[in-house]
Structures are given as structure tokens and as C-alpha cells.
């Protein structure tokens, strides 16, 4: 069956740097979407990408489809305190398959 | 535009014990999917159902079912509990299976204590 792969599992920054984190499927993906969920709470649909390397952005958070549409990135400019949470990729290759989450990354900010 | 709900907020049964836990998805999504998290670790998909039929399952042993019912709301029931079980379950629904459809709606969760 389909596989979402994500990494890094944990990642700690210091608040102000960048982070990263990368999303790899084992077949090709329909669409991607991101999901953030902080500590305590439950995920939260953060955004849907749907072609070849599309990317998008909301406001220092930037997200690319591969132009294979196997992979995916999350990328934050200039974390902030606000950014702590367990960001998940989730892909599907459509039909019944239904969507595959990845098992995330733990942002972790030092002030 | 209410949310997905889920009741109880918090459950807590001894080992052998059954667990029903209930989903409202949000109005017009005939899709909800059920998810087990334990601490600190990923969403683990647990089961799919739309239209009232189980869409798919994943890999769980048989004392994790559900049903949807004619409203599309949701039971997982968990029979014969067992410690690790103990878990945050996420209910979520969606608008449709398939497509570009399937952002899924998260609801807050069902923490299961097991004794």
C-alpha cells in the first residue's frame, strides 16, 4: 500500500532560524496536503497542493510539490514560538485510497 | 459552522473493558475517519467510513470496529481493552472520498485511559 515517509522526526532550532521538514511517498500523489497540530490540540488543515511543482505560500511558511509528485516540503523562514507544534504531510493517490499521513515532525523552538 | 465533535473529552476503563466513542462530523461531509494517536507519536489510521459503508481499514486487530450511522455520525467501539490502548482517538471527516475533496476536519479528540 501507499507509504508517506516524513522527516526529520524532531527537530529543535533556535528561535529565528529556519526549518525544514521533507515528505517522500512510495507511489505518486494526486495532491498533498499539510496539517499543524500544537501541543495539546489536534491537526489542522494548513494547506492542499495539487500540481507538479507547485509551490505556495502563506506568510513565512512555504510549501512545494516535487514535479514527480512523490515529494513534498514545509519550509518556515524565522520561526517563531508559534510555530511549535507536529507538522503532518498527508497524500493520496486519489480514488478510494483515501489520504496517508506522514508521522510528522516535532518542531521544538528554543528561545 | 460547527465543527467535528466528539464525545466523551476524556474516558477512562480498566483492562478488558469496552470503550464506544462517538463522532459528529461537520454538516454535509459524509466521510469520517478515525485515527489512534499515543504519545508522541503519529496519527495511525484506524478506519474509514462514508456512506455508511467501512471504506477501509488499517492495521488494527478485529476488537477496533465502528459503524457510520444514517446521519453520518460515528462509533468506534473498542472491545476487550488493553493498556496500550490508552491513546488520544481523532475523529475527522470530509466532504467526499477522492479527488480534491479530502481535506479532512479534525475534531478534538477522545483521550482513552486504560487501567
Known amino acids: 500500500g501507499q507509504q508517506v515517509m516524513q522527516i526529520p522526526q524532531y527537530q529543535h532550532v533556535q528561535e529565528g532560524e529556519d526549518f525544514t521538514t521533507y515528505c517522500n511517498s512510495s507511489?505518486?500523489?494526486?495532491?498533498i496536503q499539510w496539517y499543524k497540530q500544537r501541543p495539546g490540540g489536534h491537526p489542522v488543515f494548513l494547506i492542499q497542493l495539487v500540481k507538479s511543482g507547485e509551490v505556495k505560500k502563506q506568510k513565512r511558511l512555504t510549501f512545494q510539490f516535487g514535479e514527480a509528485k512523490k515529494n513534498s516540503s514545509l519550509h518556515i523562514t524565522a520561526t517563531q514560538t508559534t510555530d511549535v507544534g507536529t507538522y503532518f504531510c498527508?497524500?493520496?493517490?486519489?480514488?478510494?485510497?483515501?489520504?496517508?499521513f506522514g508521522k510528522g515532525t516535532h518542531l521544538i523552538i528554543q528561545p | 459552522e460547527a465543527g467535528v465533535t466528539q464525545s466523551p473529552t476524556h474516558l477512562i476503563k480498566t483492562r478488558g473493558q469496552q470503550a464506544t466513542l462517538r463522532c459528529s462530523p461537520i454538516s454535509g461531509h459524509t466521510s469520517v475517519y478515525w485515527y489512534q494517536q499515543a504519545l508522541g507519536l503519529g496519527l495511525q489510521f484506524l478506519l474509514w467510513y462514508d456512506e455508511g459503508e467501512e471504506r477501509n481499514r488499517g492495521n488494527f486487530p478485529p476488537r477496533f470496529s465502528g459503524r457510520q450511522f444514517p446521519n453520518y455520525s460515528s462509533e468506534l467501539n473498542v472491545n476487550a481493552l488493553e493498556l496500550e490502548d490508552s491513546a488520544l482517538y481523532l475523529c475527522?471527516?470530509?466532504?467526499?472520498?477522492?479527488?480534491?475533496?479530502?481535506?479532512?476536519?479534525f475534531g478534538p479528540g477522545t483521550r482513552l485511559l486504560v487501567l
Open positions: 507511489t505518486t500523489l494526486s495532491n
Open positions: 498527508a497524500g493520496t493517490g486519489g480514488g478510494a485510497d483515501g489520504l496517508t
Open positions: 475527522a471527516s470530509s466532504l467526499a472520498p477522492g479527488g480534491l475533496q479530502e481535506t479532512q476536519y
